[in-house]
């Protein structure tokens, strides 16, 4: 019976490892063709920055905004302080950026966001919202190529994540490996397969129109990829924008980086909860990939934890003597070469997307190293957040100052 057991479970997993493999191959296809023509500016943009105690880098976020290859007159850029306790509203103020003071208690970014896009509502200037987190700084043409996604018809659309400090340490090269990853397999591949990439927390555009609809009724610790789900269900279409880049702040220290991806894991199992049922029977209806894709990027932390167990039950059976026959345990059969050559596998990956970013290996070379360990550490995590019944949201602290001149 507990052999049954096992081979259900394996073949549900190694189903699901494959799906993402094998659809984020399509990454590939005409790997370096533009997908989104150039237009003439003409795509009027509200930029939104929901600010709690970025005083040391909201300066840099506005600068880099106001020096945008994009007509000054059609675009604005709006910081919404929130439960700050610090200067963010005078630094902000200072660079250039005006201020949507927000009047009603907040507990989270998708708050924040939500009482902004009510307050601009009326504003009939705006043609779509632009999203930063306070400590991005932005391309000189991300304005213009959002335009271009625009006027194409994309009404909805997620940027180039890149980042403003991948040489710092192992963690800082861990996460932008992670994102130039996503950015690769997961977004670009989409734009192949007639799917969705995902909202990525910063540096999206969404139409007024979409807003004005739809609303923003996030209730999830992840509103980024919660919105995602939302677009998946109302048969809305996400574009990725490869040429319109965000650099944005890694952390560098292991407790924030913690307290960072519990949050991520929390949120992904509270949208499993609320949308797994509505993605599943939508895609069942309609065949669209995007509300697939959601439900099985939802079960992402249940997924990793079953591996784990997998594994732990292939350790006892091999102590029991009990026989196998399946490709996972016939692999693990071969002991630590098993592990070595998924070590290499891995470092292989890492090596790709820091070359096809155009990126210094040496510079990286801790982050590419120990990924493998950065996302091991991802398996507690989501242990913790599988069993723990809640989780309040808390900031992240950004206190690298970095110009967007040194990152170009």
Excluded at 153 to 182: E, H, L, M
Excluded at 250 to 274: L, T, Y
């Amino acid at each position: 019976m507990i052999q049954i057991i096992y081979y259900v479970l394996f073949v549900f997993t190694l189903t699901y490892g494959l799906y993402f493999a094998i659809t984020g191959l399509f990454a590939f296809k005409n790997m370096r063709k533009k997908l989104i023509k150039k237009h003439k500016p003409k795509t009027k943009f509200a930029v939104l920055i929901a600010s709690r105690n970025e005083e040391m880098v909201i300066g840099n976020l506005v600068k880099s905004l106001k020096q945008q290859n994009y007509p000054e007159d059609l675009f604005e850029v709006y910081v919404i302080p929130n439960n700050c306790t610090d200067d963010t509203e005078k630094a902000a103020k200072k660079a250039g950026a005006k201020i949507i003071k927000c009047t009603v208690p907040t507990k989270s970014k998708g708050e924040v966001l939500k009482f902004t896009f009510e307050k601009l509502s009326k504003n009939k200037d705006i043609d779509a919202y632009l999203i930063f987190d306070a400590d991005n700084v932005v391309h000189p043409d991300f304005l213009a190529r959002m335009n271009d996604a625009y006027v194409e018809g994309t009404r909805v659309a997620q940027c180039f994540r890149d980042s403003k400090n991948p040489s710092d340490n192992w963690i800082s090269g861990s996460y932008s490996i992670f994102y130039w990853i996503q950015n690769f397999f997961f977004d670009k591949s989409r734009m192949q397969i007639n799917g969705s990439p995902l909202i990525n927390g910063t540096g999206f555009m969404v139409a007024k129109e979409v807003i004005d609809t739809m609303g923003f009724n996030t209730v999830t610790l992840t509103e980024d990829i919660e919105f995602t789900a939302q677009c998946a269900l109302n048969g809305i279409k996400i574009k990725f924008v490869e040429d319109a880049i965000t650099y944005d702040e890694q952390v560098v220290e292991f407790s924030a980086s913690w307290k960072q991806r519990k949050r991520w894991s929390m949120g992904n199992i509270q949208c499993f909860k609320q949308y797994s049922s509505s993605l599943f029977k939508t895609f069942i209806k309609t065949g669209n990939i995007a509300c697939l894709d959601m439900l099985l990027s939802f079960t992402a932390p249940f997924i990793q934890v079953l591996t784990c167990i997998l594994t732990f039950l292939l350790f006892i059976f091999r102590l029991i003597n009990l026989h196998l026959y399946d490709i996972f345990a016939y692999m693990y059969s071969w002991g630590i070469f098993y592990f070595l050559l998924g070590y290499l596998f891995n470092v292989i990956i890492n090596i790709f997307v820091v070359v096809y970013n155009k990126k210094n290996v040496k510079e990286i070379m801790s982050g590419i190293l120990l990924f493998t360990l950065f996302m091991l550490t991802w398996i507690p995590i989501n242990f913790i957040c599988i069993f723990k019944k809640d989780l309040a949201w808390e900031p992240i602290k950004h206190n690298r100052s970095i110009d967007i001149d040194e990152v170009k």
